[in-house]
């Protein structure tokens, strides 16, 4: 059975600091991949995802991941953090014809 | 994006009773909708697969008895919980697949928070 792993349970960050969240998946097919994001009070919305192409993906509100076959991962990035990016982040993998899994969450805390 | 929503976004009941939380796709029909669970600081589980027109798929340690699932139509699927108890308190999400054209991408309900009291 596939799974999701994220490297951090919890990031605290000031303004302005640079982001990365560690995802891993364990599945040797192809699979697409998703970050979601979980905004205190809202539902699920989607960041990003990969189906194939360009493994550099570029998502809203400036995130970005990149697609790394080798290692497993679909690290999330973001150069500069604001306090509204504050929220629960997903990384999410699907094979094709199977279910989501999601990982544990990384939850995000800027400080302004 | 395709839109999900679910009603109610919040539910307090006794120990004992029944809370029925719908599912609908607003603007788009999906044969597959998903239910999941999530604790608190915990990432979300799935709990069963909903398809329309027939029953539901359950994942392995899901009550089916407890967890009533219902796929009436292309837009709707229900989730009910028979007589709840406090240990079901929890967030409930749903999903829908709007299947071709959309890459496997789901589109999510904002979730219904169940207090048993």
């Known amino acids: 059975a596939q799974s999701v792993s994220q490297h951090n349970h919890h990031v605290i960050l000031s303004e302005a600091a640079s982001l990365e969240l560690g995802c891993n998946y364990s599945y040797g097919g192809t699979v697409n991949l998703f970050w979601y994001v979980q905004y205190p009070g809202q539902h699920l919305q989607l960041l990003l995802k990969y189906f194939s192409g360009d493994p550099l993906v570029k998502g809203i509100k400036g995130f970005e991941a990149e697609f790394i076959k080798s290692k497993f991962s679909f690290n999330l990035r973001k150069p500069s953090v604001q306090w509204s990016d504050t929220a629960e982040y997903f990384c999410?993998?699907?094979?094709?014809?199977?279910?989501?899994?999601f990982g544990p969450g990384t939850r995000l805390s800027v400080l302004p | 994006g395709a839109v999900v929503s679910q009603h109610p976004s919040w539910v307090i009941c006794k120990s004992g009773t029944s809370v029925k939380i719908e599912c609908r796709s607003l603007d788009f029909q999906a044969t597959t909708m998903f239910w999941y669970r999530q604790f608190p600081k915990q990432s979300l589980m799935l709990m069963a697969t909903s398809n329309e027109g027939s029953k539901a798929t359950y994942e392995q340690g899901v009550e089916k008895d407890k967890f009533l699932i219902n796929h009436a139509s292309l837009t709707l699927s229900t989730l009910t919980v028979t007589s709840a108890h406090p240990e079901d308190s929890s967030f409930y999400i749903c999903s829908a697949d709007p299947g071709k054209g959309e890459n496997g991408e789901l589109f999510f309900g904002e979730g219904s928070r169940l207090t048993v009291l």
């Open positions: 999410a993998v699907n094979n094709y014809g199977q279910n989501f899994v």
